[in-house]
């Protein structure tokens, strides 16, 4: 379906604003100004501020899980490790490209809030389920070790969500769309060897102890 461009005017502008200034911080008339529209057109597609939230949040989402679910059909013949590896590629690679609005998104789900609530309900528990069990498919660790399996979990969670939390701690070293995807791929490089490493252990229970 090919996009309004427009609407995606608006959409990146809010983006942007959000980032920098946050949801509260961020008036419809900034929006309107940085989009280059008239306020009107903004009420016209999405009625309200928090209309446009959820639009471009519902928007976000729904690309990022569609990415992630054609990424497990056409890994579908590699090994478990191999397919873990190629879905965290796509989601650091979504996440960076998208990095201002991924930013603010996870910003947003650090607070107790209405929209925090109905992110976990729909959105979030796909995007848990996705990766748990890709995760856990493969890895090799005894059944007795239950809270390590969580334990590191919890990790790869952590990692596939730090630059977007920290983002104050690596934004200097990235200036344009290359030096994003070079950021990205590096990044994932990272992940990469620490899966390899756990992966390769005989008895992960044994090395944590």
Not at 12 to 34: C, M, N, P, W, Y
Not at 174 to 193: D, L, M, Q, R, W
Request: proline fraction near 2%.
């Amino acid at each position: 379906m090919k996009k309004n461009p427009s609407k995606q005017k608006v959409i990146d502008a809010a983006s942007s604003l959000f980032f920098q200034k946050g949801f509260s911080g961020t008036s419809v008339r900034d929006i309107a100004e940085k989009a280059d529209v008239n306020v009107s057109l903004i009420s016209y597609y999405f009625k309200s501020k928090q209309g446009l939230l959820e639009y471009a949040v519902t928007q976000y989402y729904e690309a990022y899980l569609r990415i992630m679910e054609e990424t497990l059909e056409e890994t579908e013949s590699l090994t478990p490790l191999e397919k873990l590896k190629e879905l965290i590629s796509v989601i650091i690679q979504y996440k960076q490209h998208n990095h201002q609005f991924s930013s603010f998104i996870h910003r947003e789900l650090s607070l107790d809030s209405i929209f925090v609530r109905e992110m976990a309900v729909t959105y979030l528990a796909k995007e848990n389920h996705i990766i748990s069990n890709t995760f856990f498919d493969a890895l090799h660790v005894p059944e007795k070790s239950e809270v390590d399996r969580q334990f590191l979990l919890m990790q790869l969670k952590g990692m596939l969500l730090t630059p977007y939390v920290l983002q104050n701690e690596w934004k200097d070293q990235v200036v344009g769309e290359y030096s994003h995807n070079v950021f990205a791929k590096k990044y994932v490089k990272t992940i990469h060897y620490w899966l390899d490493f756990i992966m390769d252990q005989k008895d992960v229970t044994a090395e944590m102890k």
